[in-house]
């Protein structure tokens, strides 16, 4: 996550001019060594490009970067704020959740922090009347989507580097704060996610555990969640989120009646990833039949193909 120092020299170098680690420092009000320290951090993690001025010193610019770009916006649209001297890495992961309404102990257990952490982080915001309370929930104002936009971008190249250390071909499909689930695209990193321990296979690739088996078109998908259980309710959420069609959906229904999920588990689990709906039609489906309807937000398979494939696979 980007520190406080890191994101005030980001603020200052974000109209894409170049700056000595001696002028950052100056600037920031942060110490010449902790200035160097930052400006690794941030080259190693592609938001700064450098090159050698006269007497080789060093010259560091703002990279072409989601990140840099998210913040841009962030300046441009709401320039009246001192962004760097509000946002620190516990608030910009608070936020990631304030898109729609929340509890602060909802938000406090998917961050594995206390209530009053969450409050700390939020204090912030609040003084300056940025959330909008809703009984005991609090979101975002409507005005404030490039906070969000920002926070996110933030979320996402976290993840993204720590999977591309190990795997290069790695890709986000979904992340919070915590977890992540990605893609990759070789053998090779498969191989090596493989290996790890903190990263396990999820989606299709995963069905085998449960009896399942089914013939994937290229890399399995992969979860990262340190220290968490990878429940068969992740499972079926993982298989969905990025791609409904019929068959997933069928695969994802079966994996259902073959465990007998229980629907209130597995729709709390959806919430987080905007499955809701669609994991109310599956439920509709296998408990009163498929019908064919344009109200359903996911195409179902028929009575007779869920039926067969139910039958092949050995479930009841």
Known sequence: MISKAGLAVIDALSTGREATPVDLATETGYSQAHIYEVLDDLLDAGLLVERRGPNNQRQVRVA???VIEAYRTLQSEL???EWADLLSPATLQVCWFLDEPRRVSEIAERLEITRQGVHKALSPLKHRAMLSPSGPEYAVSEDLVPLLAFAQAVVTHEHR?????????ATVEWCDPKRALVRVQTTEDTDTLLDRPD????????????????FLAGEPAFWY????????????????????ESRRVSYAMLLIEKLDIDQETLTDTA??????????AMYQALQEGVEDSDEFPVVLPSESEFMALKEQYGVA
Do not use: K
Not at 199 to 212: A, I, K, N, P, S
Not at 228 to 243: F, G, I, Q, Y
């Open 271 to 280: 919430t987080w990833y905007d499955l809701e709906s669609m994991i109310a």
């Open 225 to 244: 969640a340190p220290d968490e259980e990878l429940t068969p309710a992740d499972v079926v959420c993982h298989t969905l989120v990025r791609n409904s």
């Open 199 to 214: 990263w396990q296979v999820t989606g299709l690739g995963r069905f085998e555990e449960y009896g399942l088996q089914f």
């Open 64 to 66: 072409d970067h989601p």
């Open 79 to 81: 320039s009246h704020i």
């Open 161 to 169: 580097s720590r999977a591309r250390e190990i795997a290069p071909s």
